[in-house]
C-alpha cells in the first residue's frame, strides 16, 4: 500500500494555466454544445490529476461557477481543462 501511495503522490501534478484563446475555445465549445444538445468530453483538474467525463451539459450554475452534466456530475468551472464536442 505504501507503494501505491507512493506512485500516487508522485504522479500529482500542478493545475494548467490556460490562456485567453484556451478559455475563447472553451466557451464557444459549451455555447454549441448547450444550443445543438451535443455530447461533450471533459477534462478537469482534481487533486493533481486531469480526469476526464462524458455527457450533455444539462445546466450551467452562474452562482456556484459549476457545469453539470446529464450523468449529474458537477463540476467547477475553474477546474476545467478542456472540452470538446463529440
Same mark, same amino acid.
Given at each position: 500500500?505504501?507503494?501505491?501511495?507512493? +506512485?500516487?503522490?508522485?504522479?500529482?501534478?500542478?493545475?494548467?494555466?490556460?490562456?485567453?484563446?484556451? *478559455?475563447?475555445?472553451?466557451?464557444?465549445?459549451?455555447?454549441? =454544445?448547450?444550443?445543438? $444538445?451535443? $455530447?461533450? $468530453?471533459? +477534462? *478537469? *483538474? +482534481?487533486?493533481?490529476?486531469?480526469?476526464?467525463? *462524458?455527457?450533455?451539459?444539462?445546466?450551467?450554475?452562474?452562482?456556484?461557477?459549476?457545469?453539470?452534466?446529464?450523468?449529474?456530475?458537477?463540476?467547477? =468551472?475553474?477546474?476545467?481543462? +478542456?472540452?470538446?464536442?463529440?
Amino acid at each position: 500500500t505504501m507503494l501505491k501511495e507512493m +506512485q500516487y503522490r508522485l504522479g500529482k501534478k500542478s493545475k494548467p494555466i490556460l490562456s485567453d484563446d484556451d *478559455y475563447e475555445m472553451l466557451n464557444q465549445n459549451i455555447k454549441t =454544445a448547450i444550443t445543438y $444538445e451535443k $455530447e461533450v $468530453e471533459v +477534462q *478537469y *483538474y +482534481q487533486n493533481g490529476y486531469i480526469l476526464s467525463t *462524458y455527457g450533455k451539459i444539462k445546466k450551467l450554475d452562474f452562482v456556484n461557477k459549476t457545469v453539470i452534466l446529464s450523468t449529474y456530475e458537477k463540476i467547477s =468551472a475553474d477546474d476545467i481543462v +478542456q472540452l470538446d464536442i463529440i
